[in-house]
């Protein structure tokens, strides 16, 4: 059974920090995903990482992938308020989108000023 | 981008009663999509995979009686809670991968939330 652990599950930090959220998974993967969700919204799609050694950034967001060591980390540089929200990682079993994901518990992130 | 539209966004209902959720994928055809389910402050579980044409691949722990999908066309799928009672209160959210796209990511529909009294 794939299982995936996201820490921290909470996060309170103040603007301008750094930091990092890590997202372990069991089994062998094709991909993992990043989503973004605001309260009583729907999924944000943040990244997809494809393979071993896989970085991605958008702004202040930036992910990575080590399939080897089956962990991904999703880093905040310099966080400011409107990234307070809930991150989520995810694993497609089979690749393609022929399964569906299993999501971690999500990192319910909160940014003050 | 790709877009998926869920209907209702909101619904109420008596316990008892059954409730039909939409899922449609509006710029491309789907021949898998997902329904997931989100209890408040919890992650995401994936309840089934509809699959057009055929018979629906349900998650262990989830009574496919009671949740009934159909994906009758390549952009739409449906998920009926039947016979609904207070415990099926949820977040319900679909998703649908773009065929063919092996670097797209899975795409979600807005979600219904369905209050069962």
């Known amino acids: 059974e794939l299982k995936v652990e996201q820490n921290p599950l909470f996060l309170s930090m103040q603007e301008g920090k750094n930091y990092t959220i890590y997202c372990n998974y069991s089994t062998t993967s094709d991909r993992l995903y990043w989503y973004r969700q605001d309260p009583g919204k729907s999924l944000e799609s943040l990244f997809v990482l494809l393979s071993n050694g896989a970085v991605k950034q958008e702004g202040r967001l930036m992910a990575s992938l080590d399939t080897k060591a089956r962990l991904s980390t999703l880093h905040i540089t310099a966080a400011v308020h409107d990234l307070s929200a809930t991150y989520f990682c995810?694993?497609?079993?089979?690749?393609?989108?022929?399964?569906?994901?299993?999501f971690g518990k999500g990192t319910h992130l909160i940014i003050q000023p | 981008g790709a877009v998926v539209s869920q209907h209702p966004s909101r619904v109420i209902c008596k316990s008892g009663t059954s409730v039909k959720i939409e899922c449609r994928s509006l710029d491309f055809q789907a021949t898998t999509m997902f329904w997931y389910r989100q209890f408040p402050k919890q992650s995401l579980m994936l309840m089934a995979t509809s699959n057009e044409g055929s018979k629906a691949t349900y998650e262990q722990g989830v009574e496919k009686d009671k949740f009934l999908i159909n994906h009758a066309s390549l952009t739409l799928s449906t998920l009926t809670v039947t016979s609904a009672h207070p415990e099926d209160s949820s977040f319900y959210i679909c998703?649908?991968?773009?065929?063919?796209?092996?670097?797209?990511?899975?795409?979600f529909g807005p979600g219904t939330r369905l209050t069962v009294l």
């Open positions: 998703s649908a991968a773009r065929p063919g796209r092996s670097t797209d990511t899975q795409y």
């Open positions: 995810a694993v497609d079993k089979a690749g393609g989108g022929a399964d569906g994901l299993t």
